[in-house]
């Protein structure tokens, strides 16, 4: 789908299908004012009730031979002068949502023109881009039918041109389309990854898949790490992990490089469970399928990096993947085995199914090792206590440095992919010694998702660290089973902005 802009006028510019703003109280918006100067018909809806303005509501109107349009869609917005980003996004959506089941190919979207609290013209184009792709999203890659043969028919708009008011506003239109766009197809790309089964997203999968991003990408490079390259580095922790299972385990490592190879980088550090039983620990056989989701933090590197492909950048970017499955074989783990992680320092396990700790703590060792972070980000679903405590709303937030975390907070308000930050310290740290080891892999009931994040502190003392929880947000269960992309909006907009 393409997306383009124009700085016409509602009543000069031809489109087969002009998208405008109307208000509550029977207010127009500009470019719905300059189309019901033809025939009036917009004014007499508004007035007779046919649409009362209310963010989202949608009416459809056959436009007035004297127009440059053959039809016009009428879009509430609340309001006027109380159309804040949320809002807007709502109205998007509702837009998308009605578009991508009609059969029209060529639209011209004014909505961007409309005031927007918190959203410039090029956030508002962005904010159109992304939620055109996220919401025509289809996952059909393992289906025996066509989309269309099954009834869920692939939206057919080819071209969607966004309206500014002037020559800059269209350069800046085009700017936040681009944004968006690749924004979009991030989300998508992790969405792709993560819905995908785990008999066929395996650790090497996700290898092959970064590969191949890396060559189609100019300034970016993949390597790939063995099991036996781990083990020469030391990183039992990880290993340990893998132990109870066929499938072999990987490291993998993305660089892209956008300034001065001097420039600091920024570190993603995604959790790779491509599948995960608990181990030993076994996890319940209720909703074990959605174990497949357990490499969202991995998923949402892979999207950002295919964000960053498109966008390019001038910005030094690395992602480091631990990926493997937990599986409960006659090799795996025991409740109680010590273990020794690549910082030297000892574990003890006592849940085999608090493994995404076990298997971030070499990676986070490994980046601090091999590169000196700007900032070091992990990404994981890595506690129940989690959803428990944030819900599908907000993931979770952890940090040692209180700027980082601060950015990280702002990109994510920015991205409207929102999190929120909880605490550290000794005082939680403490449930965490062991009597037989240097720690334990839990810290029991109480604070699960804070002692998580303590654990992983202990290996990033050197760096300015953050640990973000996505097990809320990453992906939904149930009926509407399914990734979501989040939380690449949070984390392109800091690596882009932050």
């Not at 025996?144 to 071209?159: E, F, N, R, T, W």
């Not at 959605?290 to 999207?303: N, P, Q």
Request: proline share 4%; glycine share 10%; net charge positive.
């Amino acid at each position: 789908m393409e997306f383009a802009a124009t700085s016409a006028k509602a009543n000069s510019h031809t489109t087969g299908f002009a998208i405008v703003a109307v208000y509550q109280d029977a207010e127009m918006s500009t470019a719905a004012r300059l189309l019901d100067k033809a025939d009036g018909q917009i004014s007499s809806a508004l007035k007779s009730g046919e649409i009362s303005g209310k963010t989202g509501e949608l009416l459809q109107l056959r436009a007035d031979d004297s127009l440059p349009c053959k039809r016009i869609l009428l879009v509430g917005c609340g309001k006027r002068g109380e159309l804040d980003r949320a809002a807007f996004r709502k109205a998007a959506q509702a837009v998308t949502q009605w578009l991508s089941a009609k059969p029209f190919k060529d639209v011209t979207n004014y909505l961007t023109l409309e005031p927007v609290k918190g959203a410039n013209p090029e956030r508002r184009a962005a904010i159109v881009a992304q939620t055109w792709l996220h919401g025509t999203y289809r996952f059909t890659q393992m289906k025996s039918k066509s989309a269309d043969s099954s009834g869920d028919v692939a939206p057919q708009l080819k071209k969607m041109t966004l309206a500014a008011n002037d020559a800059s506003g269209a350069r800046a239109v085009r700017k936040g389309a681009a944004y968006g766009e690749a924004l979009g197809n991030g989300m998508n790309y992790m969405r792709d990854l993560a819905n995908l089964p785990g008999n066929v997203c395996t650790p090497t999968h996700l290898a092959r898949e970064a590969r191949a991003l890396a060559k189609k990408t100019p300034n970016l490079k993949c390597k790939v790490l063995s099991e036996a390259d781990m083990k020469k580095l030391g990183m039992g922790s990880l290993l340990s992990v893998t132990a109870g299972t066929v499938e072999p385990a990987h490291l993998i490592v993305l660089e892209y490089t956008g300034a001065a190879k001097s420039t600091q980088p920024t570190v993603l550090v995604g959790k790779g469970i491509t599948f995960d039983t608990g181990g030993i620990s076994l996890k319940p056989p209720a909703t074990m399928d959605e174990m497949k989701f357990d490499m969202s933090g991995a998923a949402s590197v892979f999207g950002t990096f295919r964000a960053l492909a498109e966008l390019q950048p001038k910005r030094n970017v690395v992602g480091i993947i631990p990926t493997c499955e937990n599986m409960p074989g006659g090799s795996a783990t025991k409740p109680g085995d010590i273990v020794t992680s690549m910082s030297g320092q000892t574990i003890e396990v006592l849940n085999t199914d608090a493994e995404g700790r076990l298997i971030l703590c070499d990676a986070l060792t490994y980046a601090q090792k091999f590169y000196k972070p700007a900032a070091l980000i992990d990404i994981a679903t890595l506690t129940g206590a989690c959803v428990i405590a944030l819900g599908s709303h907000h993931a979770g937030l952890m940090a040692n440095n209180d700027k980082l975390a601060a950015k990280l907070l702002a990109a994510g308000r920015n991205a409207d992919d929102k999190a929120w930050q909880l605490p550290l310290g000794e005082d939680y740290e403490r449930q965490l010694d062991s009597n037989f080891a240097d720690m334990q892999n839990i810290g029991g009931r109480e604070a699960g998702t804070i002692t998580a994040g303590c654990f992983l502190g202990k290996f990033t003392r050197d760096a300015d660290w953050a640990h973000i929880d996505i097990a809320g947000v990453a992906y939904l269960g149930g009926k509407a089973k399914g990734s979501t992309g989040r939380p690449v909006p949070l984390l392109l907009e800091y690596v882009i902005n932050g």
